[in-house]
Nanobody, 121 residues
Framework: QVRLVESGGGLVQAGGSLRLSCAAS????????MAWYRRAPGNQRELVATITSGGSTNYADSVTGRFTISRDNAEKLVYLQMNSLKPEDTAVYYCTASIIRYGSNSAYDYWGQGTQVTVSS
């Protein structure tokens, strides 16, 4: 009914760039905050970046200045532009969104299935 699907992951050398995309679909009335998380092997899930419906952004200290989150409200998309990638950025990246469905007044958090990003040294 509501799906988030990430794309754009892959293998890149240190110093390179990748752009992740996440498309929301389904019976969506409103999308509030959207965010990217990541989980590296053996680590806890880490918040990478957030963006409000109005476009205000926030970043983890580890990615500030290198990553940029953006969104296209009309197309229900959120992006993560990742530059100057480091091996420690290797992780599965997940997008999440707070969504109100048609027929409901409550917002729920939805998650994508994740996309692998691997940065080689």
């Amino acid at each position: 009914q509501v799906r988030l699907v990430e794309s754009g992951g892959g293998l890149v050398q240190a110093g390179g760039s990748l752009r992740l995309s996440c498309a929301a679909s389904g019976i969506i009335k409103t999308i509030n905050n959207m965010a990217w998380y990541r989980r590296a092997p053996g680590n806890q899930r880490e918040l990478v970046a957030t963006i409000t419906s109005g476009g205000s952004t926030n970043y983890a200290d580890s990615v500030t200045g290198r990553f940029t989150i953006s969104r296209d409200n009309a197309e229900k998309l959120v992006y993560l532009q990742m530059n100057s990638l480091k091996p420690e950025d290797t992780a599965v990246y997940y997008c999440t969104a707070s969504i109100i469905r048609y027929g409901s007044n409550s917002a729920y958090d939805y998650w994508g299935q994740g996309t692998q990003v691997t940065v080689s040294s």
